[in-house]
Each structure stands twice: as structure tokens, then as C-alpha cells.
């Protein structure tokens, strides 16, 4: 089973606001990623972290690589109706190259 | 090619017909994995390749499942005699270095009546 606990399982925004969402894990990761899914599509990765503590911001979108390794965070800033969608946080650690997937975020924005 | 491409985009089957699903990963790549994501959650991990070369397949459920990536590139899963259980979608993904990001494809829908 998985691992990464994901939070909040979902959320029904105003257009323009601001999202935040994030993932803890028992375990230490190596790596955080997270992903975006549109119905119908497979993720498409928005983020890569690699380092404890790293801040990486692409676009609206900022995560960030907890200091304990264990827990990442991603906001989303001004959400508008196409940021709909799944968010997945996924991790990779020493054990394998496979990534854990934490159980997603289903966004809705209303405009 | 520019992305993971996976065929069939959708299989439907009768319980007890064995299924094959291939993978076509970026050219270039060399680690191949295999996911299945049930509705509702994210992908769990199935098995993953460097080269041909099967490096984890502890996440394949039971001795039913089976992959291989004979040349490296293309991959299949093959999974004999369908139970109903086995529906899901079933994800492929690749990346150009050992534990790098990986690039999904758009996945093979199963479904077993």
C-alpha cells in the first residue's frame, strides 16, 4: 500500500485563490516530485525536488523539500479553472527506483 | 518519439484470456517502470527495467503478471488467465536516468467481465 499521506483529498476553490496541499511520510524520500492528471490522462510532472529545504517555483507553482525529508508542500497561487484537476505527490528513496505515490488532491475551481 | 505512448489505450476482456499491454518509452531512456492506479488513488508501483535487464518486479501481485523489455526499449505486461480483480488502468513510465524524473504515459484502461 502507499505510503505518503496527501492532503487535503480535495478542494473546491474560488477562482484567484490561493491552493496549498501537501504529503508526510513515516519514511524518509530522496527525491519529491509532484504531478498533475487531467481525466483521462496520464501525470504530467509540474516539479522536481531534490534537496532537503529546496524552494523551486514554477510558474503559479511553488514547492518546497521539507527539512526532515519527510513532507513536501505545493501551492498554487491566482488558481484559475484550467489548474482543475488531480495532484499527486510521489516520492523516490534508496530502496528502489520506483516512486510511492501519495493518494492525491482533486482540485475544483469555480470561476 | 516525443512522449510514452501505450497500446491498447483501452482492453476489454473475459475472465481467464490472457492480456498484453505494451509500452513505448522516450527514445533514449533507459529505466522503464510499470504502474497500475485503481480509480480514486495514485499509481502503485508494478516493476521497473535499466536496459532489459528487470531490476524490481516486487510489486507484480502474483505470478500471473509477468514483463519483459527484451531490446531494452519496448516493454510488455502480460497477465494470464484475467481475474475481474485485474481491471485498473495501467501505467507506463520512463526516464533517462536511474531515479530521475519519470514521464507517464496516458496508460491502458483493463477491464474484465
Known amino acids: 500500500g502507499q505510503q505518503l499521506n496527501q492532503s487535503p483529498q480535495s478542494m473546491f476553490i474560488q477562482e484567484g485563490e490561493d491552493v496549498s496541499m501537501n504529503c508526510t511520510s513515516s519514511s524518509i524520500f530522496n527525491t519529491w516530485l509532484w504531478y498533475k492528471q487531467d481525466p483521462g490522462e496520464g501525470p504530467v510532472l509540474l516539479i522536481a525536488l531534490y534537496k532537503a529545504g529546496e524552494l523551486t517555483s514554477n510558474g503559479r507553482l511553488t514547492a518546497q523539500f521539507g527539512i526532515t525529508r519527510k513532507d513536501s508542500f505545493l501551492n498554487i497561487s491566482a488558481s484559475i479553472p484550467s489548474d482543475v484537476g488531480i495532484y499527486f505527490c510521489a516520492g523516490h528513496n534508496n530502496a528502489g527506483n520506483m516512486l510511492t505515490f501519495g493518494g492525491g488532491t482533486r482540485l475544483m475551481v469555480k470561476p | 518519439g516525443a512522449g510514452v505512448s501505450q497500446s491498447p489505450r483501452y482492453k476489454v476482456t473475459k475472465r481467464g484470456q490472457d492480456v498484453a499491454l505494451r509500452c513505448d518509452p522516450i527514445s533514449g531512456h533507459v529505466s522503464l517502470y510499470w504502474y497500475r492506479q485503481a480509480l480514486g488513488q495514485g499509481p502503485e508501483f508494478l516493476t521497473y527495467?535499466?536496459?532489459?535487464?528487470?531490476?524490481?518486479k516486487s510489486g507484480l501481485p502474483n505470478d500471473r503478471f509477468s514483463a519483459e523489455r527484451p531490446e531494452g526499449s519496448i516493454s510488455t505486461l502480460t497477465i494470464q488467465r484475467t481475474e475481474q480483480r485485474d481491471s485498473a488502468m495501467y501505467r507506463c513510465a520512463s526516464s533517462s536516468q536511474l531515479g530521475n524524473e519519470q514521464f507517464f504515459g496516458p496508460g491502458t484502461r483493463l477491464t474484465v467481465l
Open positions: 527495467f535499466n536496459y532489459e535487464a528487470q531490476q524490481d
